[in-house]
């Protein structure tokens, strides 16, 4: 079955810096590939989606590369603010079908 | 656009009562709904799929006698716990998905937390 791992549980960052999360997954090509935002205590919202056959994807001051050769999704917020705080996840449709499976989640801390 | 509203946001009930969870999308018509739980610091577990009009479909594991899903219209789908437990305290957030192009975006309600005591 396939698996989907976000590369840690936490990241604490300097208001300004860059974060960078990485979602890594096995055992099957998706078609696309979503990116949520959770806050605590409430639902995921949706960021941005990326296809298979684009290698990246912009949204202010997000971004998303999709490399289906190492099977691997990044996702970066340039100059962080202290309001870009909480979850986020990855999320891939299961083969054949259009549900999701998410990843863990890794929660980014801004400090100002 | 796009906005999901669930109800309510929080409840506390008794051990052996029936809660039941609306989840409704507002501005736009859903043929199919999901319903997740999360458990703290864990990610989503979907726990069915329902359709409009036709029963849901559960994932593994669920019991779909202890969790009744009910998708009487495109815009309204409730989950009912029947007969809850302590261990089905949790948070419980639904989701309404809309076809763009090849792929689905989903859309997400604010969520209900779940105490049973």
């Known amino acids: 079955s396939q698996k989907i791992e976000q590369n840690s549980e936490a990241l604490n960052i300097q208001e300004g810096k860059t974060a960078t999360l990485t979602c890594n997954y096995t055992?099957?090509?998706?078609?696309?590939l979503q990116w949520y935002r959770q806050d605590p205590g409430r639902g995921p919202v949706f960021l941005l989606l990326i296809r298979e056959n684009e290698k990246e994807k912009r949204k202010e001051r997000l971004k998303v590369t999709f490399d289906t050769t190492l099977k691997q999704s990044l996702f970066h917020i340039t100059a962080s603010q202290p309001a870009d705080s909480a979850t986020y996840l990855c999320?891939?449709?299961?083969?054949?079908?259009?549900?999701?499976?998410f990843g863990a989640g890794t929660t980014v801390t801004v400090r100002a | 656009g796009a906005v999901v509203s669930q109800h309510p946001s929080w409840v506390i009930c008794k051990s052996g009562t029936s809660v039941k969870i609306e989840c409704r999308s507002l501005?736009?018509?859903?043929?199919?709904m999901f319903w997740y739980r999360q458990f703290p610091k864990q990610s989503l577990m979907l726990m069915a799929t329902s359709n409009e009009g036709s029963k849901a479909t559960y994932e593994q594991g669920v019991e779909k006698d202890k969790f009744l899903i009910n998708h009487a219209s495109l815009t309204l789908s409730t989950l009912t716990v029947t007969s809850a437990h302590p261990e089905d305290s949790s948070f419980y957030i639904c989701s309404a998905t809309t076809q763009v192009a090849s792929s689905y975006e989903q859309y997400f309600g604010p969520g209900t937390r779940l105490t049973v005591t």
């Open positions: 999320a891939l449709p299961l083969p054949n079908d259009y549900k999701l499976s």
């Open positions: 501005d736009f018509q859903a043929t199919t």
């Open positions: 055992n099957y090509s998706p078609a696309y």
